[in-house]
Nanobody, 115 residues
Framework: QVQLVESGGGLVQAGGSLRLSCAAS????????MGWYRQAPGKQRELVAA???????NYADSVKGRFTISRDYAKNTVYLQMNSLKPEDTAVYYC?????????WGQGTQVTVSS
């Protein structure tokens, strides 16, 4: 099991930026795929961005060009840089670690984007 702790959420105006952090309890290099998901009230959790152990990334169409996922092996941390935020980005954002033995989730961090 991998413990994940998200941070960096908050309230921001439309057009602003936030950077989310996900601190993992073990090396992210050994995790096959890490990703950020989000869940808005009344909606299903959806993939926002993901990064593999090989460094390849993928993004939801709705955030492509605005969000960037990255990792820091030394800090066991994955980041989500969110630029040009829109009110529809408002959600709880969850970090996910998908590896050989399990798929683990953080507790989530709230992102609220005002008009």
């Amino acid at each position: 099991q991998v413990q994940l702790v998200e941070s960096g959420g908050g309230l921001v105006q439309a057009g602003g930026s936030l950077r989310l952090s996900c601190a993992a309890s073990r090396s992210v290099f050994s995790i096959n795929r890490m990703g950020w998901y989000r869940q808005a009230p009344g909606k299903q959790r959806e993939l926002v961005a993901a990064i593999t152990s090989g460094g390849s990334t993928n993004y939801a169409d709705s955030v492509k060009g605005r969000f960037t996922i990255s990792r820091d092996y030394a800090k066991n941390t994955v980041y989500l840089q969110m630029n040009s935020l829109k009110p529809e980005d408002t959600a709880v954002y969850y970090c996910n670690a998908d590896h050989n033995c399990s798929s683990d989730w953080g507790q989530g961090t709230q992102v609220t984007v005002s008009s």
